[in-house]
């Protein structure tokens, strides 16, 4: 499963469009149409990443094939959070939108722990990173992601007081790292009226209260623009760490196909 790399946006919206007939100037157009319609923009917006964020992106950006290669998009812009958890059943404040349906797009959720912590200058032995400056509780990050320097993710099976321990051997890069943690998950079916969705396997992250996690869609998606809409700002940064180098903002546009919501 390919996700765009958790960089959260500033801003993010999920519009429907779909393509019209030429007009008669010979030019082809988009309307916007109700929520239902085919094709579905997702923007993201950025005001403000590093250059470490922005290299993340454009890599990830270098793999995908123009048109052809889809890879999972999260709708930042529309949260459900999560009131219970039991079993295979998650009640949120709202179903709205979600769907049971294969390829309709809103079947596919991840369940997000608003929560992690990062560092600008980590060492890497063997499958263990460790962070000088940290005084983790043990175990405290077991069952998250970390995201190395380069942008690639790792699970996390448990951590002592500076170090995080990944659950198979990989070539992880040191430097800068964030820590991260979310579930996917497939909706198996929907009961409305309770707001509870049942799922393919245990949504695993218990509801705790303050609530900090919610469900969030995600959408499979293209991208076929010739050029990242990110641009460097006149600021700077002059840390000598893997964010050395300038501020990026601008946005990114998704095309979104589905049958349904």
């Not at 999560?82 to 809103?106: E, F, K, R």
């Not at 608003?114 to 005084?135: H, L």
């Not at 509870?196 to 396997?201: D, E, F, H, S, Y």
């Not at 002059?238 to 049958?259: A, M, R, V």
């Amino acid at each position: 499963m390919t996700f765009y790399p958790f960089i959260k946006p500033d801003t993010c919206k999920r519009i429907a469009v779909r393509p019209t007939a030429r007009n008669p100037m010979g030019q082809h157009v988009l309307a916007t149409r109700k929520i239902h319609d085919v094709y579905h923009i997702i923007k993201y917006t950025y005001d403000f990443i590093s250059s470490r964020q922005f290299r993340i992106i454009d890599d990830h950006f270098r793999l995908m094939n123009g048109g052809v290669t889809s890879f999972y998009v999260v709708d930042w812009g529309d949260p459900r959070p999560i009131s219970a958890t039991s079993g295979l059943h998650v009640t949120l404040n709202n179903t709205q939108g979600l769907s049971v349906n294969n390829n309709d797009g809103g079947n596919d959720i991840i369940l997000w722990q608003n929560s992690g912590d990062y560092g600008d200058n980590c060492t890497v032995s063997g499958n263990v990173i460790t962070d000088k400056t940290k005084s983790w509780d043990t175990d405290e990050w077991a069952n998250h992601q970390v995201i190395d320097s380069i942008g690639n993710a790792f699970n996390v099976s448990g951590n002592t007081a500076k170090t995080l321990t990944i659950s198979t051997a990989s070539t992880i890069m040191a430097g800068a790292y964030d820590i991260h943690r979310y579930v996917y998950r497939t909706i198996a079916s929907i009961t409305a009226a309770s707001r509870r969705l049942t799922l393919n396997a245990s949504p695993i992250l218990a509801y705790t209260t303050p609530v900090e996690k919610f469900v969030l869609p995600v959408y499979a998606c293209h991208y076929a623009q010739d050029s990242l809409g990110l641009e460097p700002t006149s600021d700077y940064n002059l840390e000598p760490n893997d964010n050395y180098g300038p501020y990026y903002s601008g946005s990114i546009e998704f095309i979104q196909k589905g049958t349904g919501t």
